[in-house]
């Protein structure tokens, strides 16, 4: 059969750093081109007291269906949480769990954006989410990334010109792919931008809690008194991403058609990976963990950024320092073939990700490429890193 | 801010039974108005069992990302199992596992249907089915259903006059809510009909191993050598439906696209659940649960039946008697505004579903109510039946 696919996604194409994860899985390749979180990252310990435990206590909670908003005692703990923790929250904003923040990507895009509305994104950003924004055939506009975050000169001029612009699409702390965190200033501005336009906000805060230097920036959501921002948050980076848990707080009047959104797609989330969330937050030493996490993954930035410092810097290769999160966003002189460079690193058994992956158009140029350094042990690190100083050496200096 | 929705979602309204559930969690009530498993048909010790092992042997593979694609040794187990009991899957086939069957209902839509291309499914059928093809602002088009499946005259007139119709959506075993099953004649002829119009048939087999009565009748994907049928599956009736998960298994050519599709919405299907689905199914007596289960439903059809013939039917209201399944479809006469009856009955603390929620249109004559026998317990389930009794015969009688 000659199969007519809706015109939704007639264009769209996998994910590419999925489909990369899938060649990096030879053990022989260094992967520098996940965004997992460490394998020690995980507090299997307690997962498996909590799971031995739900089962014997509350089996029919785990295995029977629940309501699509979300596990009640979940969405209690995390309401409390993000008021007292970041002034997240007001009498007029609802919280449901999700199955994983990729989940708030599809479902605020399918509630709020006809096909040929314009989302205006920060460029680069998270592949994933602008999937999925696209498999609504939504135009995406992209705005320039300062150390500082978005161009906010830009945006003024994209939200001007484009008249269908709905939606701004942001990740303020340590941005994937970029590394970088927005300013107060900056959120302020983006904020009076999206108010004075009629545009939505979406603020994807999955790494907040991964900061290993400086000080915590407000949440844009934290003075959202016009209703106009969706937050987004999840577990996946904090507690384990295979569980698939994440959360949206979002205006009590634009939720209820985004509740039924998610529950056309999957119903609710599953149960047990709710209750894991939910029992190790109010039960165990969730701060602590965090503060593991942060001690842990402060140790392979550092690690990773001296390792750029003495072996890819001196050979002709920039990036940004980074605060926080996950990911640190090389770039090459432009007289460099970017593709070429990947591809070479790979033949060489070393993996990132082409930073053209995170444009809104992959066929614009670029001469960057995204690192991960929570994923590798130290010695992967290390040894791919080295490589890629030498690669660069060879092809640059 | 006054909110502007897409078109989609504009007159999507909450799938009236996850609504009605709600309400009959009041402890008083005596709920018939579910499809959930009875709480004493999960596996509640094996589940527990695997759970604590695969925490202990494999806490990363439970708590990484994994594949969109889902969890290897499940897709293989499946594709094994699905072959040699069903005869589903060919070469040119892919299986990929899902977070509940809801999930491909959504997929499915999201990747072949067009704003106004027209779904033609059977009537009455499955609410959050047709909620998720609505979310897509696909037309449904409804076809009766007489005591074998669906009126195939009736689907042929219908194919001939929507020139748009793209998709044919049929639960072909112990349908939901009408309780009735497809003859193979008219799958075979379901089957010619859509070939000859260029359309894909989903076929939703929730309940296809909670046959009671009668001889299992082949599945229209097992004679798929066209390409033209997606089908859907779900551990939701016979493992758990709070684990989310469900599978389907549709052309390779046509999967690419819906792989993108649900990347896009939850990047992958719980871990966790998916291992627990593929160690119960290797490791245990996976078919004797499934025994097990008709054993435990064969009792409550029987028992509901028996009520119904007894105190509701001398009243003035029929049913259709089922092959298996988790639901019986009441008709009261046509003079009786069925709306009144429901409502009167929850005032009697007694919760049924009206038959309108099943329609293409919930503003159609209905006058047919759905009982579920699955989810109460004997003694309000006969309750609950004596009391839909009592008030026939004051209303009808």
Request: charged share 25%.
């Given at each position: 059969?000659?199969?007519?696919?809706?015109?939704?996604?007639?264009?769209?194409?996998?994910n590419?750093?999925?489909?990369?994860?899938?060649?990096?899985?030879?053990?022989?390749?260094?992967?520098?081109?996940?965004?997992?979180?460490?394998?020690?990252?995980?507090?299997?310990?307690?997962?498996?007291?909590?799971?031995?435990?739900?089962?014997?206590?509350?089996?029919?909670?785990?295995?029977?269906?629940?309501?699509?908003?979300?596990?009640?005692?979940?969405?209690?703990?995390?309401?409390?949480?993000?008021?007292?923790?970041?002034?997240?929250?007001?009498?007029?904003?609802?919280?449901?769990?999700?199955?994983?923040?990729?989940?708030?990507?599809?479902?605020?895009a399918?509630?709020?954006?006809?096909?040929?509305?314009?989302?205006?994104?920060?460029?680069?950003?998270?592949?994933?989410?602008?999937?999925?924004?696209?498999?609504?055939?939504?135009?995406?506009?992209?705005?320039?990334?300062?150390?500082?975050?978005?161009?906010?000169?830009?945006?003024?001029?994209?939200?001007?010109?484009?008249?269908?612009?709905?939606?701004?699409?942001?990740?303020?702390?340590?941005?994937?792919p970029?590394?970088?965190?927005?300013?107060?200033?900056?959120?302020?501005?983006?904020y009076e931008?999206?108010?004075?336009h009629?545009?939505?906000?979406?603020?994807?805060?999955?790494?907040?809690?991964?900061?290993?230097?400086?000080?915590?920036?407000?949440?844009?959501?934290?003075?959202?008194?016009?209703?106009?921002?969706?937050?987004?948050?999840?577990?996946?980076?904090?507690?384990?991403?295979?569980?698939r848990?994440?959360?949206?707080?979002?205006?009590?009047?634009?939720?209820?058609?985004?509740?039924?959104?998610?529950?056309?797609?999957?119903?609710?989330?599953?149960?047990?990976?709710?209750?894991?969330?939910?029992?190790?937050?109010?039960?165990?030493?969730?701060?602590?963990?965090?503060?593991?996490?942060?001690?842990?993954?402060?140790?392979?930035?550092?690690?990773?950024m001296?390792?750029?410092?003495?072996?890819?810097?001196?050979?002709?290769?920039t990036?940004?320092?980074?605060?926080?999160?996950?990911?640190?966003?090389?770039?090459?002189?432009?007289?460099?073939?970017?593709?070429?460079?990947c591809?070479?690193?790979?033949?060489?058994?070393?993996?990132?990700?082409?930073?053209?992956?995170?444009?809104?158009?992959?066929?614009?140029?670029?001469?960057?490429?995204?690192?991960?350094?929570?994923?590798?042990?130290?010695k992967?690190?290390?040894?791919?890193?080295?490589?890629?100083?030498?690669?660069?050496?060879?092809?640059?200096?």
């Amino acid at each position: 059969m000659d199969y007519q696919f809706s015109d939704r996604v007639l264009a769209l194409k996998p994910n590419a750093i999925r489909e990369i994860l899938k060649s990096a899985s030879d053990p022989e390749v260094i992967s520098l081109s996940a965004g997992n979180p460490a394998p020690d990252a995980f507090p299997v310990e307690a997962i498996s007291e909590i799971s031995a435990r739900i089962l014997r206590d509350n089996p029919i909670g785990v295995l029977q269906y629940g309501v699509s908003e979300g596990y009640n005692p979940l969405r209690d703990t995390l309401k409390t949480y993000l008021k007292e923790k970041h002034n997240i929250g007001s009498e007029d904003d609802e919280l449901i769990i999700v199955s994983g923040a990729q989940q708030v990507m599809d479902i605020a895009a399918k509630t709020f954006l006809n096909e040929g509305d314009v989302l205006v994104c920060e460029a680069p950003s998270f592949v994933g989410s602008l999937n999925t924004f696209r498999s609504y055939n939504a135009e995406l506009v992209g705005v320039p990334v300062q150390p500082d975050g978005m161009d906010m000169d830009a945006l003024e001029k994209v939200l001007d010109e484009n008249p269908r612009a709905k939606m701004i699409y942001t990740i303020p702390n340590f941005q994937n792919p970029s590394g970088v965190t927005m300013s107060l200033e900056k959120r302020k501005r983006l904020y009076e931008l999206a108010k004075a336009h009629g545009c939505m906000i979406i603020e994807d805060n999955p790494y907040g809690d991964l900061r290993y230097y400086g000080e915590d920036v407000p949440s844009i959501k934290s003075w959202d008194t016009e209703g106009i921002v969706i937050y987004s948050g999840s577990f996946s980076k904090v507690i384990s991403p295979g569980i698939r848990v994440g959360f949206m707080v979002a205006p009590k009047a634009a939720m209820a058609k985004m509740i039924i959104c998610k529950q056309g797609q999957d119903v609710h989330t599953t149960m047990w990976s709710q209750m894991i969330c939910n029992e190790y937050m109010t039960k165990y030493d969730f701060e602590g963990h965090l503060s593991f996490l942060r001690k842990l993954y402060t140790q392979k930035a550092d690690l990773c950024m001296q390792l750029l410092d003495e072996y890819v810097v001196p050979n002709g290769i920039t990036y940004n320092k980074i605060q926080g999160g996950l990911f640190i966003w090389c770039d090459l002189p432009e007289d460099v073939d970017m593709l070429d460079f990947c591809k070479k690193l790979t033949e060489r058994k070393v993996c990132v990700v082409p930073g053209n992956a995170f444009l809104t158009d992959s066929d614009l140029p670029c001469h960057s490429f995204r690192i991960n350094f929570s994923t590798p042990t130290d010695k992967d690190l290390t040894e791919g890193i080295k490589e890629i100083g030498k690669l660069a050496k060879e092809i640059i200096g």
